[in-house]
């Protein structure tokens, strides 16, 4: 065999090489972006006057955030091969913070630091919970959100607060504020946060340590990771995050209900799911949790553009969590 005849093969395999290392490196990042496709694709044809306006995306921008922002961190404790369900009571619970400070103080900068301080320290708590006592954080987490729940209600007897105090200040601006009069803060927030988690998750130590956690918790035992300080650490970050979304909720609402946060666990979790973080932790990623959110997002609003009742949402929601668990444990047999 002639080098020429060598040389053809080889320059071949070398021009696969690239493109089929790149599918099997962003296989999920790509398998999201085509049901993104998909789903907007069906959506369009069944309610074309609705999809085709721009108020439906503006609309999509302003409240996907509620539940995309915590659907985000929320993507790094599952990694960890845990689960936080407590984040809906802490968005409440870190708003008590705000009330009580707002009230005492009469200054809505020290009630929103107050705020992120009381997410901060539920999403410690709840690491600590998981990681110092060993309680399984499903267990844990289930028991901290009827705490936090507990500690609202006490703390406000049930009544709400008005945030129009917020408008008269550049804080309601930079956190729900529109602009070119169009485009909601929240949204470049969702993205903002995604970005930071992102790299930090793909191009940080504390990411490496968290894929490896969730991989194989005794592995990364033996190779130095400290793995309760990173779960502690996602927890927190949960918390953080959860709370300031909380604010963002309430912030564009103008009022704080002490139920606030009741509604978005399941809308919350379907997007990570469905954003190829397994449930059995080890695999994610915070772009496909960003692009799963919006698609969740959308599927309310379609339902109903589409001449179908509001109770098919739900049963929606549970088909795509039931579905995306079911793919990830078939694959995940395959390859073993």
Known sequence: MSSDEIARPLSKTARRGPTSRFLRKYALQLGIVAVA???????????????????????FMSTTPYFALIAIPLTLVIITGEIDLSFASVMS?????????????????????????????????????????????????????????????????????????????ALHDIVVGRVFGLIPMQFFWTIGVGAIIW??????????????????????????????????????????????????????????????????????????????????????????????SFIIGAINAGIVASGLTNFWTQLIYGLIIVASVSIQTLLGRKLT
């Open 93 to 169: 619970f870190g708003m008590v913070g705000y009330d009580v400070v707002f009230v005492a103080t009469g200054s809505v900068w020290l009630g929103f630091f107050a705020c992120l301080v009381c997410g901060l320290i539920a999403g410690l708590v709840n690491g600590m919970i998981v990681v110092k006592f060993g309680v399984p954080s499903l267990v844990a987490t289930i028991g901290t959100w009827y705490l936090w729940r507990g500690v609202v209600l006490v703390i406000t007897n049930g009544t709400g607060l008005g945030m129009t105090a917020t408008t008269t200040t």
């Open 199 to 292: 790299f930090f998750l793909n191009r940080h130590r504390f990411g490496a340590h968290v894929y490896l956690t969730g991989d194989n918790i005794e592995s990364a035992r033996l190779m130095g990771v400290n793995v309760g300080r990173v779960k502690i650490l996602a927890f927190t970050i949960v918390g953080l995050v959860a709370a300031f979304a909380g604010f963002v909720v309430s912030a564009e609402l103008l009022f704080y209900w002490p139920t606030l946060g009741d509604g978005y666990q399941l809308t919350t979790i379907a997007s990570v799911f469905l954003g190829g973080t397994s449930v059995f932790g080890g695999t994610g990623t915070i772009f496909g949790t960003f692009v799963a």
């Open 37 to 59: 496709l998909i789903v907007w694709v069906l959506f369009l044809i069944g309610a074309p006057r609705t999809f085709l306006s721009k108020e439906i995306y503006v609309s």
